[in-house]
């Protein structure tokens, strides 16, 4: 009984949000890149240089440009990407860390434009190098790497250029890019993710598209579905052992009553996500989906060859992002906050600062659904609590109250492999160190075990330090889950 034996307890991060070296070793810049800071009200935005000079600058979510408008640095704004927490020149002493705390898996994204500056054919080797070396050093201390492709980035060239993923083109480009990365570390990286909550890719940001509207979303999506699939295609070619998986984030929902209406409505919300696992894991497009297409105008550019590419290129394995549940209704709620999503508020439940709903029931439920409906194994890839950490006078930081989410959320892991049989690799939890903030650009909402001193307008020294969590989850994973 318990978690399997190999179990991949670890912790999470993303390149645009922990590596920093933004301009170093030959990188290329991204959308990412071009992002702002921003603050618990006020969203982030996006810095672009309009075709007539104008600079606008525009919410990251949600913004629509004219197409033709450029990625512009205002250099009197802060982008907090470009330094992040600076994992670049970090990365031996967060490793060591890591070994310490005992971790077996570390998942991490690679930075497509410093593999591909442009993110078109050119490679850098510099930037295969320092990955290598990142993962050299993993396994010198016996952790797995997880490793997204792409985590919420896209080389700006092809934002500007090409209008990120509506253009085909960037397909071909991505696939280039995996085969590079693939062949560099097949002997050291096993589990790969295609791309980071592909739910959740939308406009400049994600998709690199300059409109946001449904029949751009939809044909950059089939690219990026085509994509994805091609990534397992390829990486089996190059390792028949690559373990090659998607990645959701799932924001369940429930019925605030027990209607009829209410329930349908909960449905119907679940399956807006959802369709990205039934898209990548049987193939095809749902007929759900297809009745959707007609009814709103959307049509898709295909070719021939795309149905074989997507049946084909259905993935090994299921991972998530889970950190709330939301409620919707026939009737007008309340609402609160929630991770790129708001929902309404439920009164059952307590949420943190950010509004985001605590609900460690909610995540057997999802354990359940993903793995009884796609029969696939599952992996927590994003699981956490984002709070304003205080350091007392000693230094010391005591935060209880992570460990008492995280406590709650791993006992319905257990419950979940324990009484329903469910199939789980591995739990990394959410930015194991303190990180930028992927919704707002903050320091202040951290997540980490490991604290680090910076401030939301990047200053501060880089220190890392130890907080009462990083103890805790030692002695968890040394009892490999048994004792919380
Ligand atoms: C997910 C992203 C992560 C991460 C996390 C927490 O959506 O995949 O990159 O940041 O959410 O969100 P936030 O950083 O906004 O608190």
């Given at each position: 009984?318990?978690?399997?034996?190999?179990?991949?307890?670890?912790?999470?991060?993303?390149?645009?949000?922990?590596?920093?070296?933004?301009?170093e070793g030959g990188r290329g810049l991204a959308?990412?890149?071009?992002?702002?800071?921003?603050?618990?009200?006020?969203?982030?935005?996006?810095?672009?240089?309009?075709?007539?000079?104008?600079?606008?600058?525009?919410?990251?979510?949600?913004?629509?440009?004219?197409?033709?408008?450029?990625?512009?640095?205002?250099?009197?704004?802060?982008?907090?990407?470009?330094?992040?927490?600076?994992?670049?020149?970090?990365?031996?002493?967060?490793?060591?860390?890591?070994?310490?705390?005992?971790?077996?898996?570390?998942?991490?994204?690679?930075?497509?434009?410093?593999?591909?500056?442009?993110?078109?054919d050119e490679i850098n080797e510099e930037g295969?190098?320092?990955?290598?070396?990142?993962?050299?050093?993993?396994?010198?201390?016996?952790?797995?790497?997880?490793?997204?492709?792409?985590?919420?980035?896209?080389?700006?060239?092809?934002?500007?250029?090409?209008?990120?993923?509506?253009?085909?083109?960037?397909?071909?480009?991505?696939?280039?890019?995996?085969?590079?990365?693939?062949?560099?570390?097949?002997?050291?990286?096993?589990?790969?993710?295609?791309?980071?909550?592909?739910?959740?890719?939308?406009?400049?940001?994600?998709?690199?598209?300059?409109?946001?509207?449904?029949?751009?979303?939809?044909?950059?999506?089939?690219?990026?579905?085509?994509?994805?699939?091609?990534?397992?295609?390829?990486?089996?070619?190059?390792?028949p052992e690559f373990q090659i998986g998607m990645?959701?984030?799932?924001?369940?929902?429930?019925?605030?009553?027990?209607?009829?209406?209410?329930?349908?409505?909960?449905?119907?919300?679940?399956?807006?996500?959802?369709?990205?696992?039934?898209?990548?894991?049987?193939?095809?497009?749902?007929?759900?989906?297809?009745?959707?297409?007609?009814?709103?105008?959307?049509?898709?550019?295909?070719?021939?060859?795309?149905?074989?590419?997507?049946?084909?290129?259905?993935?090994?394995?299921?991972?998530?992002?889970?950190?709330?549940?939301?409620?919707?209704?026939?009737?007008?709620?309340?609402?609160?906050?929630?991770?790129?999503?708001?929902?309404?508020?439920?009164?059952?439940?307590?949420?943190?600062?950010?509004?985001?709903?605590?609900?460690?029931?909610?995540?057997?439920?999802?354990?359940?659904?993903?793995?009884?409906?796609?029969?696939?194994?599952?992996?927590?890839?994003?699981?956490?609590?984002?709070?304003?950490?205080?350091?007392?006078?000693?230094?010391?930081?005591?935060?209880?109250?992570?460990?008492?989410?995280?406590?709650?959320?791993?006992?319905?892991?257990?419950?979940?492999?324990?009484?329903?049989?469910?199939?789980?690799?591995?739990?990394?939890?959410?930015?194991?160190?303190?990180?930028?903030?992927?919704?707002?650009?903050?320091?202040?909402?951290?997540?980490?075990?490991?604290?680090?001193?910076?401030?939301?307008?990047?200053?501060?020294?880089?220190?890392?330090?130890?907080?009462?969590?990083?103890?805790?989850?030692?002695?968890?994973?040394?009892?490999?889950?048994?004792?919380?």
């Open positions: 009984m318990g978690f399997r034996k190999d179990f991949l307890w670890g912790g999470a991060t993303a390149a645009n949000q922990y590596e920093g070296g933004c301009f959308t990412s890149d071009i992002i702002t800071n921003g603050s618990h009200t006020v969203p982030r935005r996006i810095s672009v240089k309009n075709p007539d000079g104008t600079v606008e600058f525009k919410e990251s979510r949600g913004s629509e440009f004219e197409f033709g408008c450029k990625g512009y640095i205002d250099p009197d704004t802060y982008y907090p990407s470009h330094r992040a927490v600076d994992f670049y020149h970090h990365y031996e002493e967060d490793i060591a860390l890591m070994a310490e705390m005992g971790f077996r898996s570390f998942r991490m994204s690679i930075s497509w434009t410093r593999i591909c500056p442009k993110g078109t295969l190098d320092f990955y290598e070396k990142v993962f050299l050093e993993c396994r010198k201390h016996n952790i797995e790497p997880v490793v997204t492709l792409c985590h919420f980035d896209v080389p700006l060239y092809l934002f500007e250029e090409m209008d990120g993923w509506s253009d085909r083109r960037v397909v071909g480009y991505f696939v280039t890019y995996c085969r590079a990365v693939y062949a560099r570390y097949k002997d050291l990286v096993k589990y790969w993710l295609t791309f980071n909550e592909i739910n959740f890719l939308n406009g400049a940001k994600n998709l690199g598209t300059h409109k946001i509207d449904d029949q751009t979303r939809f044909q950059a999506l089939h690219h990026v579905f085509l994509a994805s699939a091609l990534a397992v295609i390829e990486g089996h070619k190059i390792n990645m959701m984030n799932y924001p369940l929902v429930y019925a605030d009553d027990c209607h009829p209406d209410s329930v349908m409505k909960a449905e119907l919300e679940n399956r807006k996500h959802t369709f990205f696992a039934d898209m990548q894991c049987f193939g095809y497009y749902p007929e759900y989906k297809l009745k959707e297409f007609v009814r709103k105008g959307i049509v898709l550019k295909t070719e021939p060859g795309d149905d074989a590419i997507l049946k084909e290129g259905t993935v090994d394995f299921i991972s998530f992002s889970y950190y709330h549940t939301g409620v919707v209704s026939r009737n007008d709620i309340e609402t609160t906050g929630g991770n790129l999503v708001n929902h309404g508020k439920n009164k059952y439940l307590k949420a943190n600062a950010w509004g985001w709903q605590i609900d460690a029931v909610g995540l057997r439920n999802v354990l359940n659904r993903l793995y009884y409906n796609y029969r696939r194994p599952v992996m927590i890839v994003e699981n956490g609590l984002g709070s304003a950490d205080e350091v007392e006078a000693d230094g010391s930081i005591n935060d209880d109250y992570r460990i008492d989410y995280l406590r709650q959320h791993i006992e319905q892991m257990r419950l979940a492999v324990d009484e329903d049989g469910v199939d789980l690799l591995g739990y990394m939890p959410w930015g194991w160190i303190d990180l930028v903030s992927a919704g707002t650009g903050e320091m202040k909402k951290r997540y980490g075990f490991v604290y680090v001193d910076m401030d939301d307008l990047g200053n501060g020294t880089l220190k890392r330090s130890r907080k009462k969590s990083f103890w805790w989850y030692k002695h968890v994973i040394e009892t490999n889950g048994e004792e919380l």
